[in-house]
């Protein structure tokens, strides 16, 4: 099983500051997906990276696929409280069978 | 559209009882999988079938964990007999294509389970 490691675990922010969190693996992935999951909630995808280097928008968050495609950031502007919730990346191997799972990193934007 | 149904959404057993689950994946979709998730962390794949065939089925304990997808459409995960280490929410995910990276996995709400 390729190993992501995600940090931060925990972060606590005010509406309107910019944040990154980190996803991180001695491994290789042809892809990796961006999950938000809410509490109660599966798990719903915001992006998939593909190409090393690549960089995708959506909205104020910002995705980066390392150059080795070992790595990946995700970058929120201006962060709301509807951002809130556990971010997710996860990396699928060259098979592309199944993705493995990081342990997340859980968002609180307060007011 | 309906998205992926999972039933029950809460399940509260006592150890050493039999558990299942059910999974309805969204029509037309061939991969269904299983994931369990423990509090904090993030979901771990159980099962992953293409249409009714378990094509990867190493990550699930087998000495007390099966699953079934009967006709390639809804799965049924059980667990039998259950210990107090299984607690944690299941999920249910299905996709179009077996490349789960060119495509986009939907997850059901989940079945929070817990063994007392």
């Known amino acids: 099983t390729q190993l992501l490691e995600q940090s931060p675990q925990f972060l606590s922010i005010q509406e309107g500051e910019n944040l990154t969190v980190y996803c991180n693996s001695s491994s290789v992935f042809s892809s990796l997906q961006w999950y938000r999951q809410e509490p109660g909630e599966g798990p719903v995808l915001l992006v998939t990276?593909?190409?090393?280097?690549e960089v995708k928008k959506l909205k104020r968050l910002t995705f980066q696929f390392g150059d080795a495609r070992k790595d990946s950031s995700l970058h929120i502007t201006a962060a709301q409280p509807g951002d809130t919730g556990l971010y997710l990346c996860a990396g699928s191997s060259n098979s592309g069978y199944a993705l493995n799972f990081g342990k997340g990193t859980s968002l609180l934007v307060t007011p | 559209e309906a998205g992926v149904v999972q039933s029950p959404r809460y399940k509260i057993i006592e150890k050493k009882q039999p558990v299942a689950f059910w999974c309805n994946p969204i029509s037309g979709h061939n991969t269904l999988y299983w994931y369990r998730q423990n509090l904090g962390q993030g979901p771990e794949l159980l099962i992953r079938?293409?249409?009714?065939?378990?094509?990867?089925d190493s990550q699930l304990p087998k000495d007390r964990f099966s699953a079934e997808r009967l006709k390639g459409v809804d799965s049924t995960l059980k667990i039998q007999p259950a210990e107090l280490g299984d607690s944690a929410v299941y999920l249910c995910?299905?996709?179009?294509?077996?490349?789960?990276?060119?495509?986009?996995?939907?997850f059901g709400q989940g079945t929070r389970l817990t063994v007392v």
């Open positions: 995910a299905s996709s179009t294509v077996w490349r789960v990276s060119d495509t986009e996995a939907f």
């Open positions: 079938y293409e249409n009714e065939e378990a094509v990867d």
């Open positions: 990276v593909v190409t090393g280097g």
